[in-house]
């Protein structure tokens, strides 16, 4: 394939797929827009690759990009980081500190892993979101920002949102302009100009590939996306040393399993809120162990009829214990973030 015509090069985006082609369009009209985008997508698939494209490209590129993540801190920190504190806010606040709303006041604000966000975090994004002002803890002062939002998340915000953990007002706060990423293993065929990418950012543009690499590396389902193809790239030439990266220094990693408990017997007692029936029990079993399901694939299971099979589906993502993802006939359904708390409880 040949990769589609956009306005801008965007060279860090790597690959020509189809799969890519809309994400790429989408992402020349976000460049030409103010709007606050989301961008959807498993970890590891260039979410916030997408969001320095909207910044570097977009009105606001001579404004700072400022990177935050919702996980990467616990509440009260990830409060302060955002919206600042007055010296003597809390014990150890020596000093004042700006937030990341203030300091990306005139660019960007990238927002990632934004389903980890707590509630009131998710109130006050709101606030400010609304009203363009933010007041840093312990002070009173409240400060005008001119920021664009870029947030990201690898869950299905919407399905959080009817299992009642995101806010809605929020979730349409920030879904004005939504790019969605396929993983990884959805383009396989973007893995060559992804692999010649990476080679060349370690400065190994010309190091030789043996026959047999190429083969290995398109034959796995690359569970962490580009992530996890950059850090086999890298082991392999670790291993490799100065000659051909050969098949035997391509390792690849087994998907990383959360264990849970084991499913409760039907009727049984337990400390989580989801009432599930035997089929719907049966699914989770298969997709702890197989990751993903297909509508139609679980209709021809339980031999029931689409209809059927898309309410049972539909039930569960309402409940928080599957995500969709896709659309149409290629929708697939996973275990959402935590789903393991809403069935056993925490």
């Given at each position: 394939?040949?990769?589609?015509?956009?306005?801008?090069?965007y060279?860090?985006?790597?690959?020509?797929?189809?799969?890519?082609?809309?994400?790429?369009?989408?992402?020349?009209?976000?460049?030409?827009?103010?709007?606050?985008?989301?961008?959807?997508?498993?970890?590891?698939?260039?979410?916030?690759?997408?969001?320095?494209?909207?910044?570097?490209?977009?009105?606001?590129s001579?404004?700072?990009?400022?990177?935050?993540?919702?996980?990467?801190?616990?509440?009260?920190?990830?409060?302060?980081e955002?919206?600042?504190?007055?010296?003597?806010?809390?014990?150890?606040?020596?000093?004042?500190?700006?937030?990341?709303?203030?300091?990306?006041?005139?660019?960007?604000?990238?927002?990632?892993?934004?389903?980890?966000?707590s509630?009131?975090?998710?109130?006050?994004?709101?606030?400010?979101?609304?009203?363009?002002?933010?007041?840093?803890?312990?002070?009173?002062?409240?400060?005008?920002?001119?920021?664009?939002?870029?947030?990201a998340?690898?869950?299905?915000?919407?399905?959080?949102?009817?299992?009642?953990?995101?806010?809605?007002?929020?979730?349409?706060?920030?879904?004005?302009?939504?790019?969605?990423?396929?993983?990884?293993?959805?383009?396989?065929?973007?893995?060559?100009?992804?692999?010649?990418?990476?080679?060349?950012?370690?400065?190994?543009?010309?190091?030789?590939?043996?026959?047999?690499?190429m083969?290995?590396?398109?034959?796995?389902?690359?569970?962490?996306?580009?992530?996890?193809?950059?850090?086999?790239?890298?082991?392999?030439?670790?291993?490799?040393?100065?000659?051909?990266?050969?098949?035997?220094?391509?390792?690849?990693?087994?998907p990383?399993?959360?264990?849970?408990?084991?499913l409760?017997?039907?009727?049984?007692?337990?400390?989580?809120?989801?009432?599930?029936?035997?089929?719907?029990?049966?699914?989770?079993?298969?997709?702890?162990?197989?990751?993903?399901?297909?509508?139609?694939?679980?209709?021809?299971?339980?031999?029931?009829?689409?209809?059927?099979?898309?309410?049972?589906?539909?039930?569960?993502?309402?409940?928080?214990?599957?995500?969709?993802?896709?659309?149409?006939?290629?929708?697939?359904?996973?275990?959402a973030?935590?789903?393991?708390?809403?069935?056993?409880?925490?």
């Open positions: 394939h040949e990769r589609p015509e956009t306005r801008h090069p060279s860090e985006i790597v690959g020509k797929s189809r799969k890519i082609a809309e994400p790429l369009r989408l992402l020349d009209r976000a460049v030409e827009t103010t709007a606050t985008v989301l961008v959807l997508g498993e970890s590891g698939t260039g979410k916030e690759l997408v969001a320095r494209a909207i910044h570097s490209h977009g009105a606001r001579a404004g700072p990009f400022v990177p935050l993540s919702c996980a990467a801190l616990t509440d009260s920190l990830l409060e302060s955002l919206f600042g504190h007055a010296a003597g806010a809390f014990t150890g606040a020596v000093r004042a500190h700006t937030g990341a709303f203030e300091r990306a006041s005139g660019g960007v604000l990238f927002l990632d892993e934004l389903q980890d966000a509630p009131k975090l998710q109130a006050d994004l709101l606030r400010v979101l609304e009203t363009g002002e933010v007041r840093p803890l312990g002070g009173h002062e409240v400060r005008k920002v001119d920021v664009r939002v870029v947030a998340s690898n869950a299905d915000l919407a399905a959080l949102v009817t299992a009642g953990s995101f806010r809605e007002d929020l979730y349409y706060r920030v879904n004005v302009f939504t790019i969605a990423l396929p993983p990884l293993r959805e383009r396989l065929d973007d893995i060559p100009d992804l692999v010649a990418h990476l080679l060349a950012r370690a400065g190994q543009a010309d190091r030789v590939l043996a026959p047999g690499v083969e290995r590396l398109l034959a796995d389902p690359w569970s962490g996306n580009v992530r996890a193809l950059k850090n086999c790239i890298d082991r392999a030439l670790a291993l490799a040393g100065p000659g051909p990266i050969r098949p035997e220094h391509v390792v690849l990693e087994a990383l399993r959360r264990e849970a408990p084991p409760p017997e039907r009727g049984s007692v337990y400390a989580g809120s989801v009432e599930l029936n035997d089929s719907q029990l049966a699914l989770i079993d298969r997709l702890r162990a197989e990751g993903e399901i297909r509508n139609a694939d679980y209709a021809e299971h339980e031999r029931v009829s689409n209809l059927t099979a898309w309410r049972d589906l539909s039930e569960l993502v309402a409940k928080g214990v599957l995500v969709r993802v896709g659309r149409g006939k290629k929708t697939t359904y996973r275990l973030p935590g789903w393991e708390a809403r069935i056993f409880g925490s």
